[in-house]
DNA sequence: AGATACTTGACTATTTTAGTCAGGTTTATA
DNA sequence: TATAAACCTGACTAAAATAGTCAAGTATCT
């Protein structure tokens, strides 16, 4: 089980973006030098940003991105979720009503997964970006 | 992020295998047609879990494999260990110092993987082999 | 007008996953 | 002792996912 590079690159990107927001946009650009992120790369992923309205472009000289809400309300879960990053356990088909795959019964493990699921999800649910942030800042003093 | 098919495997035979440990040794060939995985999989997969000593093998007609500790003291982390199913979540070289990738400073989001790394192995610790078989058999009843 | 920066979609090399396949070795039992 | 059940090992591979790159725009500030 790996966590992907998308993942962590869209939150990396938006811990930067939201250290500078309250000034101006902030140009992808800049995100890509500070961070070491490749600017096309960038740009796939914040389009999705974008898309679920995290944050909101400024087009043309002096652009970039800004959030969409303030930092607190942005939560792990919705950055991961944004980028496609879910946290999948189980493979189990549940259209058959009780059971998985196509069996009468649920398999052995299936309730782990379910567990496990909720477990890594409470976790991202709890994590916001101000906290990030804000543990950044900490860490610098 | 996703839990990949070795490791969800793993768990599941093992739970079959925990559930007729006390009588015999349990092959390979019943479990893959109980839990519908291909035998050749499992075979790489307990080897890897022998060599871990997570299970001991009875070579010969009416041979299997065995569990080698008992089920209360054998934990998910044990388990995903052998397989090579790690949570991995940062990707910083830890080499360097006190920074991330050569930079002086921690990267931006360092302590989040690590909290996150933590909290998942630390469900992985929690839970052994004793647990979901128990879980499953009052699931039954 | 020109530069900056967002926007989109297609493309691709590499890696990982999820197995398969082939050829063993060991041992209980008929 | 022959044979079949079951372990054992390593090499191989198709398919999917990942981590990007590349190209060709469009919008807007100065």
Redesign the pocket.
Known sequence: ??L????R?AVMALVDLARFNNIN??????ISLRQG?????L??I??KL??KEIVQ?????????VLNKKAKEIKLTNIFDAV?EKVKTVQCKKDSKKGCNGKATKCLTHNLWDELENHINNFFDEKSLEDLVKDNFERRV
């Open positions: 089980m790996k992907t590079s998308k993942g690159y946009p902030v140009s992808l650009r800049d992120i490749s600017l096309d790369y740009e796939q914040f389009s974008r898309k472009s400024v087009r043309g000289t002096q652009g970039g991105y496609d």
